[in-house]
Nanobody, 126 residues
Framework: QVQLVESGGGLVQPGGSLRLSCAASGIILELYAIGWFRQAPGKEREGVACISSAVASTYYADSVKGRFTITRDTAKKTVYLQMESLEPEDTGLYYC???????????????????WGQGTQVTVSS
């Protein structure tokens, strides 16, 4: 059974940084695509970043390119999202999700993923 637990959220001022963690259990991390998504109040869930399974290719939403970095530690079964230069528009509930797939056709599309964590809140405000 796939379990995903996010952590690392919090309140940060604009321009600040946070590192989110997604700890996975019940899976071999290298076989899964892992995505980070966020949802702001009143808005749809949107894809932020993805790291693919075998070759660890990375994908980013245009709104976070150059500011966010997704990485993984297969030994720790953990995927990280390093967020820099945070903006108020980055505020939301951040989720990680997993999909057992060699190639994910739409890396930032929520419907591509079957397993989800409970989320961690990120608030960017002065």
């Amino acid at each position: 059974q796939v379990q995903l637990v996010e952590s690392g959220g919090g309140l940060v001022q604009p321009g600040g940084s946070l590192r989110l963690s997604c700890a996975a259990s019940g899976i071999i991390l290298e076989l899964y695509a892992i995505g980070w998504f966020r949802q702001a109040p009143g808005k749809e869930r949107e894809g932020v970043a993805c790291i693919s399974s075998a070759v660890a290719s990375t994908y980013y939403a245009d709104s976070v390119k150059g500011r966010f970095t997704i990485t993984r530690d297969t030994a720790k079964k953990t995927v990280y999202l390093q967020m820099e230069s945070l903006e108020p528009e980055d505020t939301g509930l951040y989720y990680c999700a997993a999909e057992l797939v060699a190639v994910v056709s739409r890396p930032l599309a929520p419907h591509e993923y079957d397993s989800w964590g409970q989320g961690t809140q990120v608030t960017v405000s002065s």
